[in-house]
Nanobody, 119 residues
Framework: VQLQASGGGLVQPGGSLRLACAAS????????????IGWFRQAPGKEREGVGC????????YYSSSVKGRFTISRDNAKNTVYLQMTRLKPEDTAVYSC?????????WGQGTQVTVSS
């Protein structure tokens, strides 16, 4: 399984950005498959924190309190890609964002993509 994250960049406060996490070696559209896929972020000098995740087999989603209502995770089965739509971005959202897939005991990480929120 490989995950390829993309879409990071520089955005002004209040702006929006969409990150993508393309999966290979695993079919995200296999809804009966029990897995969780989501996003983490790590800001300079801080520990990595979970941003949000979805578990398609159960139809559930989770978002951290710091992003709830502003960030949304979605899935495009045709493109085998998961997205993180980020709106009303704040300077404190600046971090390296990484996607993660967990299936049973296995955990897979994509490389990070830098998001910088600054005027």
């Amino acid at each position: 399984v490989q995950l390829q994250a993309s879409g990071g960049g520089l955005v002004q406060p209040g702006g929006s950005l969409r990150l993508a996490c393309a999966a290979s070696g695993f079919t995200l559209g296999a809804t009966l498959d029990d897995y969780t896929i989501g996003w983490f972020r790590q800001a300079p000098g801080k520990e990595r924190e979970g941003v949000g995740c979805i578990s398609p087999a159960y139809g559930t989603s989770y978002y951290s309190s710091s992003v709830k209502g502003r960030f949304t995770i979605s899935r495009d089965n045709a493109k085998n890609t998961v997205y993180l739509q980020m709106t009303r971005l704040k300077p404190e959202d600046t971090a390296v964002y990484s996607c993660n897939l967990r299936r049973g005991r296995d955990s897979y990480w994509g490389q990070g993509t830098q998001v910088t929120v600054s005027s």
